[in-house]
């Protein structure tokens, strides 16, 4: 039994000379010291003082001890203490220098075992990570034995270990040599920050041990070097046939292919069958080719300007490097379907994307071990340390809804971001230590090994698949042209590049060691690299006749869906009206307590007005709408996932999607009930890492309505780099399509800056080539119709919706029931009820969402009855035909307004003016030009005093439609 199993285990982080002293005081008196400590010392001292160790460690000779009256292949066990705590007395035929003798044996064993749990927490200081040699690391003083209390006298004395490290006894001198090729080779591990103890121990044992080494076949060696011989010549390959051209090569790191190829190997013995791969600019270009199989020669097009895609598919395209592609690639008789995200320059942006995406296959999959599908993020070590996403990413690994079986992590850990050095661009010792906070083991290993790099992904692709959790692997290399190709990194790292200069290529290196080894003969890599680069050259000239004959954006998931067919000036209709059927079957479940659950009392209120607008079929408010799409999609057969801040009751207290039992908290969910693939989940306070997460999850699932809430519309401003480089362009750049709903509550309602604007405008300005759709709906029909319009069309398109605070609970924002029924649809654009005749019009007002019901009320406490309110329910594609049909029919109009809430410069109006402009000359106004009316220009979005707030919405009112405003 070694002692690791004797019955304390908590010497982590103890100093000899405390573990020392403690124990003298248990000599002494057992009572002294805790229950623990009493424990562990009684168990130690019958271990040390058994017959095996006295053989072994006996300090007296043979005759010394005959003379004592000691028979030295015999000691007795340690006094157990007598009752009341006193130690009994020892054995008559027990001298006293026994009790002595196993103090010292058991204060070696303590020493030795805390001497063991330091390099286990802190031998990979000493690890030798650095292929350049220059980040040296002095010997922290608590490595060395003289720090535990073992003087030079002492390293070659046996001390008791009882099967740790795989010695029953060792020397000090043999437990440092072993610990040291344990932790302090070219692998270093950190682990002992994780707190489960069978995580540990996984570790320990694959770690641990006088026989524990990196050992692999022949055949294996000869393949590792393959694999970083193609890595290395597909960069020179490139190299001399573009020169000057930026590709971000994988040079200096070259191990990190045959590392993945490991990873894929040993996932899919464990099980895995699709992997999901995210990574930023380096080393991508090898990526695609060597591990995702892209033919050469579709880069060599490429790089030759032209387009993987067929070139009617139209689009912007993207640079080379931040494109992805999937591929079925066979490890060992397992078939992994391998799928490389696209990218923005946007570092570590694409990490929630590859999250989001792996759950929505898992889901697909009924994968619910998070067995088949295994993420991979690939990251560089700057970004992994600098940019806040990881943390986000990290802190989804334990969520439920979001966590995905684990990730595996690989740090191409460059020594340097873009020109700044580590000490300038992190406060800890590693980039990967933020993984710490999830309790991730680290296996931190040198480059210029690639056996000890497959070694650690080996490793980290075991733990993943026994504990299903994140895992990192920090490499350590250089990059030998720096941030690119055509950068000079002396400016800012001389010594650095002065080293790298004289460094040879990992191949060399390793090819070299294979030699020596005579695994392999230097005939056989210069075969070896000449008949890949002779591939290469058939590829290159194949490339130069290469035509794309299709695009792959519209297969697997996304098969029976397509383009828009309609031009995006007309109406793109769906029949999303439903029976009263099936309004009925979803009303049951939404006001049908069950047994089990004690609800508050406020949502008993909130259900009998629920049962009231069943009941009457009038007085449906936005909340129920809501709930009503989201149930009849779910009988339509397509899943609802809501995520959010707080989106199970609503910021609002008005979904109550979640119900929670009063006197124990279990939670019930109605819709859920219903179908279980009704998701709604409180997210994590973080919008960037979330609604990258949805918005990957809905480019996986098209055919599941995926809808992100943000608590306020405005914070969204938080996800602006997912919202501009993914949501807005990802179809332009990637041909990739998506159907993510964002819900933005917003509205002017006097909450100050913070809490009024979801930024409108910016949405707005991102809008071209029929890239995603905005809506500011007004009644709770419209908002039905809208949801369920998003999964009835043939297309998916991303969709933003404005939606609203007040509104929820304003009675003239309700709905009948017929609106919800039969042919019912979307309304792109609104009248209003108590409108006159188009004739008798001579101001027409045009507005979008909540100011709406503002308008409307003045107008009708002034009698107005020459003036019409139009409402533009979508923004984008904007409406032209419907209010070029409406508009038309005005044929007595004279001025046309557009009102809003919002300052002159946010909200829609610096959209919409040239839209309504076109509307008017194809209605027949030719030199008519809309006039604005709302708040001024403004730096903040809104005042915060309510007085102020007052003031300001009953003067743009009486300004839209042209009365005088009240004093």
């Excluded at 929820?808 to 039969?822: M, P, Q, T, W, Y």
């Amino acid at each position: 039994m070694g002692i690791e199993g004797i019955g304390f285990d908590e010497l982590e982080g103890v100093s000899p000379s405390f573990a020392e002293a403690l124990y003298r005081r248990y000599r002494a008196d057992p009572q002294s010291v805790e229950q623990d400590w009493r424990d562990y010392f009684a168990a130690l001292e019958s271990t040390v003082s058994g017959p095996s160790w006295a053989r072994a460690n006996w300090p007296l000779s043979d005759t010394d001890a005959l003379t004592a009256g000691l028979d030295p292949t015999q000691m007795e066990p340690a006094p157990k203490p007598a009752k009341g705590g006193k130690p009994a007395p020892a054995p008559a035929a027990a001298p006293a220098t026994s009790a002595a003798d196993i103090t010292a044996a058991a204060l070696d064993s303590i020493r030795a075992t805390i001497l063991i749990r330091t390099y286990r927490v802190r031998g990979h200081l000493l690890a030798e990570l650095d292929p350049l040699g220059l980040a040296h690391q002095e010997s922290p003083e608590d490595l060395k034995p003289e720090y535990h209390g073992f003087t030079a006298a002492d390293m070659d004395r046996p001390i008791y270990l009882g099967g740790t490290l795989g010695f029953e006894r060792a020397t000090v001198r043999e437990i440092i040599d072993v610990l040291s090729r344990n932790y302090c080779g070219k692998v270093g591990l950190e682990y002992m920050h994780i707190q489960d103890v069978e995580e540990r121990k996984f570790l320990q044992e694959r770690m641990e041990g006088k026989d524990k080494e990196i050992s692999f076949t022949p055949e294996g060696k000869k393949a590792i070097l393959a694999k970083v011989i193609e890595g290395e010549q597909w960069e020179k390959f490139l190299a001399r046939k573009y020169v000057g051209t930026k590709r971000f090569g994988l040079d200096g790191g070259e191990s990190m292919i045959p590392a993945l190829e490991a990873v894929l190997k040993y996932g899919g013995q464990a099980g895995v069958e699709e992997v999901v791969i995210g990574m930023a600019h380096r080393g991508r270009l090898n990526v695609l080719t060597n591990v995702m199989k892209k033919p050469y020669r579709v880069l060599f097009h490429e790089f030759g300007g032209g387009s993987a895609n067929p070139e009617d598919v139209g689009g912007s395209g993207d640079v080379k490097y931040h494109l992805g592609t999937s591929t079925d690639r066979d490890f060992d008789g397992h078939r992994i379907h391998l799928s490389l995200a696209p990218n923005p320059s946007h570092l570590e942006a694409a990490d929630p994307v590859v999250l989001g995406k792996a759950r929505a296959k898992q889901t697909q999959l009924k994968d619910n071990e998070r067995a088949k599908v295994m993420p991979i993020l690939i990251h560089g070590d700057a970004a992994f340390a600098g940019q806040g996403i990881v943390m986000e990413c990290f802190g989804f690994s334990g969520l439920r809804g979001y966590n995905t079986g684990g990730t595996i992590h690989f740090v191409i850990n460059n020594q340097v971001g873009f020109t700044t050095s580590p000490q300038f661009a992190r406060s800890s010792p590693y980039p990967s230590d933020i993984a710490k906070m999830v309790q991730a083991p680290i296996l931190h290993v040198n480059g210029d090994d690639p056996e000890a790099v497959t070694f650690a992904c080996k490793v980290a692709t075991e733990f993943r698949a026994q504990f299903k959790r994140d895992v990192v692997i920090d490499m350590w290399c250089y990059r030998r042209f720096g941030h690119n190709e055509g950068d000079e990194p002396g400016f800012t790292q001389p010594q650095m590049y002065e080293a790298i200069r004289k460094h040879p290529p990992v191949s060399k290196l390793y090819a070299e060691r294979l030699i020596a080894q005579g695994q392999v003969d230097q005939a056989w890599v210069d075969q070896t690299e000449g008949e890949f680069v002779a591939r290469l050259e058939d590829e290159f000239e194949a490339g130069k006749s290469y035509k794309a004959n299709k695009a792959d954006w519209f297969e697997g998931e996304w098969a029976g869906l397509a383009a828009p067919r309609e031009p995006i000036t007309e109406r793109r209709a769906a029949a999303s009206g439903v029976t009263r059927e099936a309004l009925d079957k979803v009303a049951t479940k939404l006001t049908t307590v069950p047994g089990d659950i004690v609800i508050h009392k406020t949502l008993a209120r909130i259900l009998d007005a629920k049962r009231s607008m069943f009941d009457s079929g009038e007085g449906f408010d936005w909340a129920t709408a809501e709930a009503l799409a989201f149930g009849t999609l779910l009988l339509d057969d397509f899943p609802v996932r809501l995520s959010g801040q707080d989106v199970g009751r609503g910021t609002f207290s008005q979904r109550h999607a979640v119900w929670v039992d009063q006197t124990d908290g279990h939670k019930y969910i109605p819709l859920s009930d219903l179908d279980r693939r009704f998701q709604v989940l409180d997210s994590p306070l973080s919008e960037f890492g979330v609604l990258g997460f949805e918005y990957g999850y809905a480019g996986q699932s098209p055919n599941t309505l995926v809808l992100w809430e943000a608590q306020f519309g405005d914070f969204a401003n938080g996800a602006q780099v997912m919202i501009d480089q993914f949501i807005a362009a990802g179809e332009s750049k990637w041909l990739r399509a998506n159907g993510l709903v964002m819900l933005l509550p917003h509205g002017y309602e006097g909450q100050g800056p913070e809490h009024s604007s979801a930024r409108l405008e910016r949405y707005l300005q991102l809008c071209a080539e029929d890239n995603i759709q905005v809506a500011n709906c007004t009644t709770p029909a419209n908002y039905f119709h809208i949801l369920r319009r998003q999964m009835l069309r043939k297309f998916r398109k991303p969709l933003v919706i404005m939606t609203p605070k007040s509104l929820l609970r304003h009675k003239a924002a309700v709905s009948n029931i017929d609106e919800f029924l039969g042919d019912s649809h979307f309304h792109r654009v609104l009248g209003d009820p108590s409108a006159p005749a188009d004739a008798d019009v001579t101001r027409l007002v045009l507005c979008s969402g909540k100011v709406f019901y503002d308008l409307a009320e003045a107008r009708d406490a002034a009698g107005d009855t020459n003036t019409a309110i139009l409402r533009v329910e979508q923004l984008y594609p904007f409406p032209s035909d419907a209010l070029t049909a409406r508009i038309a029919s005005m044929k007595n109009v004279e001025t046309v307004v557009w009102a809003q809430e919002e300052p002159r410069n946010n909200g829609a109006w610096g959209f919409v003016e040239c839209q309504i402009e076109e509307v008017l000359k194809q209605a027949g106004k030719p030199g008519m030009r809309p006039v604005y009316a709302g708040r001024k220009a403004s730096a903040s979005t809104a005042t915060g005093l309510m007085k102020n707030h007052a003031k300001q919405q009953a003067a743009l009112v009486a300004e839209a439609l042209g009365h005088e405003p009240k004093q």
